[in-house]
């Protein structure tokens, strides 16, 4: 990857395409769930005119667009205000530089864009958040010009349907030989298959925990309240219905409102503090989701060799439930 020329993580080239400014959320669930509707329509009547648009058989599996957005010149300098709104409702310390989650909140609007193209083969309403990894390269403060950028890549199987990865970078306006952040988010789309007629094939193992998964000890307890989903959501943009009522909720099969995935795990990297420096990979894999209201232990634990990071773990302990778990792992600036 250089900072004129983006690729995918398997080398292949893409199209640039450059935007005025950072897209904001709520246009982009509306065409999302525009998208998603006629996704749906077209795998249910695949041969109706418009609707369908039904894929020929020699047509090949579906494919993602090769192209990566772009916008630069993001100013921040005005940022500070929501900065600290999202430093108190994460528990992170206060501070101009901003963390991992919080570049993931710049950078989402984004990839969404991405997934709302007419092209993306995937509807967005319905994707299950599995895992994100990070790498954090160095200080990113308030007041920085960035290069924010995003596409979609690896389209695989799952035993559940596909899985895609929507990566995210965040580079120095001006140019460097590689983004001080960048963010690999992979979700998967139950029920669809890379080719007609055929089931997908398992390619990783399903991360929803058994009945037999035996917890750590506690190093804390969170008491999330009902309305933990539509803070986030405030803060993030990431207004998902799934996540601010129960009553939508209850449409995606959830019995009550859902916690954001990327709440969680931010929330876990708040809890590792200033001990993660200033470059660090994060990485986290989501089990079962968190019910709005609800209780998570967590326990964030030094890794077994010194000076090689944390481990975190959020579970469920009244029903022995994992809900997310991931690492903390430092790298060179």
Do not use: C
């Amino acid at each position: 990857m250089t900072a004129t020329g983006p690729t995918t993580s398997a080398g292949e080239p893409l199209g640039v395409e450059s935007l005025p400014s950072l897209p904001a959320l709520g246009g982009l669930y509306a065409r999302g769930a525009a998208s998603s509707g006629r996704i749906a329509a077209g795998r249910a009547l695949p041969n109706l005119p418009v609707i369908g648009q039904a894929r020929e058989p020699d047509d090949g599996p579906p494919a993602l667009p090769g192209v990566a957005y772009r916008v630069t010149g993001v100013e921040t300098g005005g940022l500070a205000t929501h900065l600290r709104d999202y430093e108190r409702l994460l528990h992170e310390p206060a501070s101009d530089v901003m963390p991992a989650g919080y570049l993931h909140v710049l950078a989402f609007p984004l990839a969404t864009a991405v997934m709302v193209r007419g092209d993306f083969p995937l509807p967005l309403l319905g994707m299950v958040h599995l895992a994100n990894e990070v790498e954090h390269r160095g200080p990113v403060r308030v007041g920085d010009r960035l290069d924010v950028r995003a596409w979609a890549e690896n389209l695989r199987a799952h035993k559940r349907g596909v899985q895609v990865d929507l990566v995210a970078e965040v580079w120095p306006d001006g140019g460097a030989d590689r983004p001080v952040w960048r963010g690999v988010s992979t979700y998967l789309a139950k029920g669809f298959h890379l080719t007609d007629g055929e089931p997908a094939e398992p390619e990783q193992p399903d991360r929803a925990p058994s009945g037999t998964w035996t917890p750590p000890l506690p190093t804390g307890r969170w008491a999330l309240g009902p309305g933990t989903g539509r803070a986030y959501g405030a803060v993030s943009g990431d207004r998902n219905p799934i996540h601010m009522s129960a009553l939508a909720a209850k449409a995606f099969g959830f019995p009550r409102a859902i916690a954001h995935g990327m709440y969680t795990a931010a929330r876990a990297l708040a809890d590792v503090g200033n001990a993660r420096g200033d470059a660090y990979r994060w990485t986290v894999e989501f089990g079962r989701p968190v019910l709005l209201p609800g209780t998570v232990d967590v326990a964030v634990t030094p890794a077994p060799e010194p000076g090689t990071g944390f481990r975190y773990v959020g579970w469920n302990a009244r029903h022995g439930q994992l809900h997310f778990e991931g690492e903390v792992v430092p790298l060179e600036p």
